[in-house]
Structure formats: C-alpha cells, structure tokens
C-alpha cells in the first residue's frame, strides 16, 4: 500500500507550502504557496479514501470548490490593494501601522 | 507493486523538487510554472492513489483555471519583469527555514505513527468498488445522495465568491 509514502510526502508538501508563505514578500507567490498547502492536505485525503472509503475524494471535490472561490475573491483583494498602493510587496503596505 | 512504487516516488519527487523550486523562483510567472507542474504531479499521486476522477479534476481546475487565473493577473499587474527579490533576509529565511522544517518533521513523525483504534484494512475496497460501479460512479453515488445538501451549499458558496469578486475589483461602486 502507498498510504505511508503519501503521507510522508504530503507533510514534505506542506512544510514547503510553509516556507514559501514565510519567505516570500510578494503577495500572488504566498497566495500560491497556500494552494500548494491545499494540495498536501488533498493527498492526504486521498491516500487515506483509498483504506477508508471514498468519503475522502469527495471531501477533496469539496476542497477544490473551496480553493475556487478562494482564489477569486483573494485575487480581486490583491488587485484592489495594487490599484490603492501600486504595489504588491507586503512590506509596503502599511494601513493598519498607526 | 513494485513498479507502483517505483513510479510513486518518481512523481513524488519531481512534486517535491518543482514545489522547492516554485517557493524560491524570483519571477513570480516562473513561479506559478513551476506550481503548474507540482499540481501535474500531484495529479499522477492521484491517479495511484485509485483516485482517478479527482486527478482528471486537479489537472482540470487546479492547473487549468485557478493556475491561469494567477498568470492572468501577474500578467495584469506587469509583475513579471523579475527585478529586486522578495526574499526575506538572513535572518528572516533562517526563521523561516527553522520553522517549516520543525513542522515537516512533526508532520512526518504524525504520518509515520500507528493511528489509533482499529488497524486500517491491508486492502483497498476502493479499487474493487470502481470494477462494479466505474470511476466516476463510486465518486458520483454519494456525492448526489448522502453528501446532495453539502453539494448544493457549495453552489451558493460560489454565488458568493462571484458577487465578492465582482465588487472588490469593481473601480468605484
């Protein structure tokens, strides 16, 4: 059975989904390291609907939605903040700071 | 099942070293490539997995339309020139490489631990289950019977997401 190895890959998956979100200062790269973390979770959904019954894929169908109308909205959001600041960069952006 | 194996780790690898590679890619297109092919791989894990439905689906929304909606607007805002690095200093990246790798190993110390309760059993009845029903009716079934109400929430959660999108980049209301 490949449950253990697809295991073990989802956690190397999702640390480096981690990293990227606490390296990187461009808002769209984090953004992406967080579906990269979305997807570490739906291997582990699935390697484990493949002991435990098919309720697994469709829990990840359900991620899937999810991560769909996540990116819509958390794009529009970036594309506000770039119209407001011109940037990006999470450094520059300093609304909340008093 | 060793030539399963075999071609789980292949895929499993080239995952790891394009998302290693996606994380620290100074242009920021370059970088949702290399995700595009993290998500390719993750696709074949799928499809070893007896989850061949779902893999047709990440290929399908993952790759296909969230992938392209990122380029779409990396393109829109000219971020594609590479320029200055957005990489954090030393000292940021130590934290952050300390940090990830102590999660990782917690991670995979969690993964390679016996679950609790009952054993998990040594076979898969996924795989007998998609000889009798198909590959997409073993998803299928459930999903419009026991899991109809979740199903027909998630509608209403894109609705939402729609109406959202629309208003946030709107210029004035």
């Known amino acids: 059975m490949l449950l253990g190895p697809a295991l073990a890959v989802s956690a190397v998956l999702f640390a480096l989904g981690v990293a990227g979100v606490l390296v990187r200062r461009n808002a769209i790269v984090i953004f992406m390291c967080v579906e990269l973390m979305l997807n570490a979770v739906n291997l582990t959904f699935i390697a484990l609907a493949q002991t435990l019954g098919v309720a697994g894929q469709i829990f990840v169908f359900f991620v899937m939605a999810v991560a769909a109308a996540e990116a819509a909205v958390g794009l ?15 450094q520059n952006i300093t609304l909340l700071k008093g | 099942m060793p030539a399963t194996l075999l071609l789980f780790w292949a895929f499993a690898g080239l995952a790891v070293v394009s998302a290693a590679l996606c994380i620290t890619r100074r242009n920021p297109i370059a970088s949702a490539l290399w995700l595009v092919v993290t998500m390719f791989q993750i696709a074949a894990l799928f499809v070893l997995l007896d989850a061949q439905f779902i893999a047709v689906l990440q290929v399908l929304v993952y790759a296909g339309a969230i992938m392209v909606l990122f380029l ?19 000292a940021g990246l130590a934290v952050a490489t300390l940090l990830a790798g102590a999660l990782g190993v917690q991670l995979f110390i969690v993964a390679r631990s016996t679950p609790p309760g009952p054993s998990l059993p040594v076979t898969s009845p996924l795989a007998a289950a998609e000889q009798v029903e198909g590959m997409v009716g073993v998803v299928a079934n459930p999903l419009f019977t026991t899991y109809l109400v979740p199903f027909e929430i998630t509608s209403i959660l894109l609705l939402a997401a729609i109406v959202g999108a629309v208003v946030l980049a709107k210029r004035q209301l």
Do not use: C, E, K
Request: net charge positive; glycine share 14%.
């Open chain 1, 76 to 90: 529009a959001i970036i594309l506000a903040m770039f119209r407001h600041g011109r940037t990006v960069n999470l």
């Open chain 2, 72 to 90: 779409f607007v990396i393109m829109l805002l000219n971020l594609g020139r590479g320029g200055a690095s957005d990489m954090r200093g030393p």
